[in-house]
């Protein structure tokens, strides 16, 4: 293993260290950031994000609202519930834990939810503002990888930066931040023909596509970043990403860690989205 580990559980805490500070300066303001997490169904991973959301907002200093509702609640429900919180002052920040049992249509929730209350930026019109890179909010999952390619030292500006996967979560916003940051990328995706010759021009890797040990060594240039979105598990039922992270360990410069790499920055982002929400309220 040659390549440097970029350890999320580090950067997400030195993060968190300066989020704590910040939020004990809005108490003396008389502000306390708010979040209200809505949970539909009994997913069992979906549970295990809430519950680590709800310890991150304990550990900061964050108002938090829970609410479990049962997997047979209708739409009407659901936007009904969304419209109150819209209303809370207490609340900045509205997350809605996708995914959603299938008779519910996500896409109506997330644009009912107040666009200066999505701290998930999934709203058509935040989307919009980081297009056009004049953002309130960075999507979570994309705004946590930018903080640890930053933690590498690696400068972003001039790199050929390849994406493996075309989600509205993490691929497409994770092309505008790097192009923000004057990256030169390219978009890979089910239908990109002779993959491993785009991967192995890339600087900075970021694979984003759901299928366990999906990149291998040879898919990987020499001293490349490489950062594993991915989130499986394996034959053996071990928890894995999409990169052969032992193989490609020994390729790479540097490499995020399945679990303990993009994961434990999603959350903090979210927190971080919640704050800036209450500063703007």
């Known amino acids: 293993m040659k390549a440097m580990l970029i350890d999320g559980k580090a ?24 979040l209200a997490v809505v949970l539909v169904g009994d997913d069992p991973a979906s549970q295990v994000y809430v519950r680590n959301k709800e310890k991150g907002c ?39 834990q996708l995914p959603l049992p299938d008779h519910l249509d996500s896409n109506a929730v997330i644009e009912a939810i107040s666009p200066d209350k999505d701290v998930d930026a999934f709203h058509a019109s935040n989307v919009g503002r980081i297009m056009l890179g004049d953002y309130r909010f960075l999507p979570c999952t994309p705004a946590g990888i930018m903080e640890l390619i930053h933690s590498t030292g690696i400068e972003v500006e001039g ?11 993490v691929g497409k916003p994770m092309a505008m931040l790097l192009l923000h940051e004057n990256g030169t990328v390219t978009v890979c995706h089910s239908r990109t023909k002779n993959l491993a010759e785009v991967t192995r021009r890339a600087d900075i890797l970021v694979a984003a596509v759901g299928k366990p040990n999906f990149i291998t060594a040879e898919m990987v240039k020499e001293g490349a970043v490489v950062i594993d979105v991915g989130m499986n598990r394996d034959g053996n039922g071990k928890l894995c990403g999409d ?39």
Request: some cysteine; hydrophobic content about 40%.
């Open 243 to 281: 990169v052969d992270f032992e193989a490609v360990g020994e390729v790479a410069g540097a490499i995020t860690p399945v679990p303990g790499g993009v994961g434990p920055m999603t959350i903090t982002m979210l927190l971080k989205n919640t704050i800036t929400a209450a500063k703007k309220q």
């Open 159 to 169: 790199k050929e930066c390849v994406i493996v996967g075309r989600s509205n979560i």
């Open 58 to 96: 304990e550990e900061l200093g964050i108002y938090s609202e829970k609410y479990e509702l049962p997997a047979a609640t209708t739409q009407r429900e659901l936007m009904d519930l969304v419209e109150t919180l819209n209303k809370k002052p207490d609340i900045d920040g509205i997350l809605v």
């Open 11 to 34: 950067v997400s805490a030195s993060l968190r260290e300066a989020m704590k500070a910040e939020v004990e300066e809005l108490a003396e303001q008389g502000i306390t950031p708010g």
